[in-house]
């Protein structure tokens, strides 16, 4: 009883300090147990902008295993903690509801999308570079050795990690393809 | 740089705060212009006008830093006497071959002296003292692909080497000397004929002369900053070069507060290049072989070695990276596997791959993280590529127009394409945010910055890391027991990459150690200093060895600003060698002193015995500033004290290029490709060595055409990110900037009767798209040659898909390239405008091609599947 | 038995701690709260070096997860206003920061450039920065620090683009706190006024009391919304979102007091620099609202950037009002008991 009469605002209003009803006195349970979500955050981890190449650092924090928060890191000497529109939209880019998770597969002279299989598409995928890689075969040029394929190109974006372009360099050169380009040239 | 990297331009905020002069040249009054101190309208594609009157108002006024030129540049070495400059051949320095379309460089040499150009620029023309013209070299190139390579890239992050000292004078009077001959051929970049090129009024172009000469010297320095916007031109190159010279005159370089600080577009873009998805180069900008000169390893380093300053190395560097790519398999006796390179035999750069892929020669392509079919300049001809696939895969976070073409093309509506037409198997592949995975990213001024996995990515998205190691692993299973040699490159690679979590995502930590080199040991190595020629070394990345030295991931440093001094040289770790500015040897005088208390920064410390400062010394470290190398010496020990430019092949900054560029050793004005006026300063038009790339899906706007007689120019805006891909489709970013917009003058709008909001149709020989109208005085004509010239502003972040969708403004661009890189000219074309929206259907192809035919143009009408041949290539 | 009545002090305007107009020293512990209360916080939002990004806009709602809306407010639409680069259009249940874009122009003369010595030429300042040592990098660089923009010679026009980032005003007088018969507006205790959504009916009597027309009802929801100045994030000491995003300290947080005098100082420096219109708007603690806890430094009249040029407490004439009205009353009850008086005659 005590404890329903002493959350009533009127009651308090009445007996409090804040006769007049407009602070302390009306408080609601809600916002007297509200905790931000940066602070009951499993794990704060520190990432950098995926956008321009300013490099702003960034704290992700990570709840249940979903990212609830996206913010700058005040630690870095570039950004100081701060962000632009687009950074701060960084969690929405993370979580945004048209982001695709599936594999989707349109096949030659198809009319929709059809759902394939991560690992069918891998193979699939594999099997094509090896096919196209021996069509396409120049063992010689003008009777200089050249040892590549002209049938298999790439365009890579600039958002891509180092080591990521490393590995894309490393195999495609291996493989002989030589129109390999980036955002970088464009 | 308020607009597009607004976090960035917290520094200018402060560096004004503290006294600097904001300067603001753009075509429009932008964000930036709003917070500067002075706005310099100007045309676009005039930037080289402009900095050439700063050029000219520097060497007329003697406001260079004379001691510094002196000392630094190669503004004393002497040219050879069979020079030409533009100023005695209308616009063409001596070289020019008119059929070809290409310079041979041999009169740009120093007297008496060869300076080769790096190795692996092997297409354009190796001049010698023998006067040896490429010419008789090209006569055995009957490839039909055949194309000249990006030049200036192939010289790596250094330019050519230089075979020895020039003949010098130090008073700089000489009449040959690099100096005089800048002096002379800029002399007609008058305040008056800026205002002629550009539009910008006398009086304001002598305020900025004044305001950087004023603030530059010994005791204060100026730096300029560019976004991307300025290589998107035919003489993207020439820009950058103008603003070296320019800062180097005035002995900004190497300097606290000085410098050219390109302000790039994507968080990676930098390692894009260092470690490069291009074409013509390999990490650490080391060239790609070429089919006709680099039979061996040695002849492939032949020119390198041997020369002046770090390029000497080349083939530690070269026999390093092979080691790391395929290990074991890689020995002497196999010249470490230098066969398993493929080979280049001329430009094979992304729009020569579109145009060989509307032919239907190119069956597969990979595109990851990239949208071209509205990123690209001249879009529809993506688009058009894209549907003469065999096949196609798509890696991005959401369903990107690159990935639907074959649904919503603007080609479907016109009926050019037909979805059962096109033959292209896509696979879509969802892939990790940058909070999924591991990695660094390189930004803008060379920082390596580490970002951890924060959590599993969903469904079937993954890391490119995990896309590219598992599909090599599938495909060296697949081809496991083969006997083919050709497999061999694919089976001897070392792909052994540790993986963890429930996906088996490979080690990015085990890659990045692997890129940044391990000793004969196998421990992580220091730096490129340790790297070694004889196959004992492995090394992904030369300019990236050591950061993971310590067998720590130096990448991954995140100490606090806040603990630590204004370089911060703990946050992260820059290339090379964790150097923050490049060249700084240059920030002391030729003894090794400060030039000033203010701007002191590295010094040489008699009592030490070497260089100090806050950062570290971009030069070797004890050698002292009066050190004269012997005879004989090579590689880093040929330079000497005061050669600051270390990469440089005589140590010195470039006022003059005698080797290495294609389209001449200085930069001079030409109009762009597409100009609505005549070059006033010679009768050469545009750049006589772009590059052209033609066929029914790529015309061009006829220079001074009345039916096309406007300046467009494209930009990004702060609340949008390149071809839309990572904006267009969130909504908070959408609804800022929610629909496609022009932006035109006042005057403009009265002229062609545009209505502020309503709609407009803008028209090349390309295509015809229609925007919102924005009419504000932000635009304004300019008075050029005698008339007005109207520019219109066209953001390029729209396309079919997303929250917010629209035209492509890369629709309109055609592409024609600069000569050096292969980047295309995108910043400026001509264009129609009229009120209205555009025609639809089949319509809009008529429309078109009424243009076309109006201009004078050949005709864009397509064949089947949009397919149309290759008419002409330059 | 309800204590807010006609009599009661505050709305007779005679009690020094709980008025409803004019200066408040302490508007927290008026409200109620313990004398350890934290200082009153707010936001100096220094327009001068807006560079009209909308970080603030776009880190608020990434926060406070907002709907889209188009520029009337309009849930999941999109628009373009026409009015410059602002397609926000105001502050609204879904929009809690707002950029305001004003474009101006006027025609110059250029001045001739002076040529002389160093020094004496135009765009030279005399060398008072600081020699480059290697101090440490001021953990926040305050923007009273920093220089200003004012009008931008562009050719023989000078361009102004004025930016200004608008949020609630957590007026020390709070009509719309005022006027909540639910309780739902309260004052915190960091002095912020601040809806309870739990508490909130819809009724909507709060939106006509804002003099700013800032607090606003989601048009599916029917309760209203507006910044809380991320009182969440307040009470785990962390900053308000657009404030920590704000990439030139544009939007500064902080203690009032404090915030007070870095912008009495700026204006000063701006002042001193001959910039033109520079202004303080919601600083001062007589004006209609007695004063903001949200202020801003202004380069032009308030009704350049929408603002009212005088904003007064709805609530204001409130006592006067029920004075009215009691008098009425009292007559009417006498008229009342003079009829039974009358009847009893």
Known sequence: MKTWLDAWPVFRQLTGSDPSGRGEAVRSKRTDTLIPRTATADRVVQSICPYCAVGCSQRVFVEDEQVVQIEGDPDSPISRGRLCPKGAASKSLVTSGTRQTKVKYRRPHGTEWEDLDLDTAMGMIADRVITTRRETWQDEVDGKRVNRTMGIASLGGATLDNEENYLMKKLYTALGAVQVENQARI | MAEAHPVGFQWVMEAKARGATVIHVDPRFTRTSALADLHVPLRAGSDIAFLGGLINYVLQHEKEFREYVVAYTNAAAILREDFQDTEDLDGLFSGYDPEKGQYDETTWQYEGVEVTAAAGQRQSPKPGASGASVGAESGEDSDAEEHEQGASEQSGSGGPPVGGKPRRDETLQHPRCVFQVLKRHYARYTPEMVHEVCGVEPQLFLKVAEALTSNSGRERTSAFVYSVGWTHHTVGVQYIRAASVLQALLGNMGRPGGGILALRGHASIQGSTDIPTLYNILPGYIPMPSAREDASLDDFVAEAAGSVGYWGNMKKYAVSLLKAWWGEAAQPGNDFCFDYLPRLTGDHSSYQTVAQQIQGTVPGYFLVGENPAVGHANAKMARLGLANLEWLVVRDLQLIESATFWANAPEIETGELATEEIGTEVFFLPAAAHVEKDGSFTNTQRLLQWHSQAVEPPGDCRSDLWFYFHLGRMIREKLAGSTDPRDRPVLDLTWDYPTHGPVDEPSAHGVLREISGTGPDGTAVDGYTALQDDGSTSCGCWIYSGVFADEVNQANRKKPHTEQDLVAAEWGWAWPMNRRILYNRASADPDGKPWSERKKYVYWDEDAGRWSGPDVPDFQATKRPDHVPPEGAEAEDALGGTDPFIMQGDGKAWLFVPAGLADGPMPTHYEPAESPVPNPLYSRQANPSRKELRGAWNRANPAMSDAFPFVVTTYRLTEHHTAGGMSRTLEYLAELQPEFFCEVSPQLAAERGLEHLGWATLVSTRSAIEARVLVTERMRPLRVAGREVHQIGLPYHWGRNGITTGDSANDLLGVVMDPNVHIQESKVATCDIRPGRRPRGPALVDFVEGYRRRAGVETGLLGRNGRAPIEERS | ?345
């Not at chain 3, 709907?67 to 999941?76: F, S």
């Not at chain 3, 009015?83 to 707002?98: E, P, V």
């Not at chain 3, 001045?111 to 953990?139: C, N, S, W, Y």
């Not at chain 3, 819809?202 to 991320?230: E, M, N, S, W």
């Open chain 3, 1 to 345: 038995m309800t204590a807010i009545s006609s009599a009661s002090a505050a709305f007779r305007g005679q009690d020094r701690g709980n008025r409803l107009f004019g200066p408040v020293p302490d508007v927290t512990g008026d409200r109620g709260y313990a004398d350890d209360h934290p200082a009153r916080v707010g936001f100096f939002t220094d327009t001068s070096v807006c560079i009209g990004c909308k970080a603030c806009e776009v880190a608020c709602k990434e926060w406070n997860l907002l709907p889209m809306d188009d520029a009337e407010g309009t849930v999941d639409a999109l628009g373009l206003t026409g009015a410059s680069y602002d397609n926000t259009g105001m502050l609204g249940a879904n929009s809690w920061r707002h950029v305001a874009f004003v474009e101006q122009s006027r025609a110059v003369d250029l001045p001739m450039p002076t040529v002389g010595p160093p020094g004496a030429a135009d765009g030279q300042r005399p060398l008072e920065d600081p020699p480059v040592v290697h101090p440490q990098v001021p953990a926040s660089a305050t923007t009273a620090e920093q220089s200003a923009p004012s009008q931008t010679a562009s050719g023989d026009r000078e361009i102004r683009w004025l930016m200004s980032s608008d949020v609630c005003k957590h007026c020390t007088h709070a009509a719309c706190l005022d006027v909540c018969p639910t309780g739902s507006l309260f004052r915190t205790e960091f002095g912020t006024v601040v809806v309870q959504e739990d508490i909130c009916n819809g009724c909507g009597y709060c939106v006509p009391a804002c003099p700013y027309g800032v607090i606003d009802q989601r048009q599916d929801d029917g309760r209203v919304f507006k910044c809380t100045l991320c009182y969440d994030r307040l009470t785990d000491g962390l900053q308000p979102a657009c404030a920590s995003a704000c990439p030139t300290e544009s939007i500064q947080f902080g203690d009032l007091d404090a915030l007070q005098a870095r912008a009495d100082q700026r204006l000063a420096a701006l002042q001193e620099k001959g910039v033109e219109g520079a202004r303080l708007y919601g600083r001062d603690e007589t004006d209609g609202v007695g004063g903001a806890g949200a202020f801003f430094l202004l380069l032009d009249e308030p009704e350049v950037y929408g603002l009212p040029p005088d904003p007064v407490v709805t609530t204001r004439d409130l006592p006067a009002m029920w004075r009215s009205v009691g008098a009425g009353a009292a007559m009417v009850l006498g008229l009342i008991a003079s009829a039974f008086v009358g009847r009893r005659r």
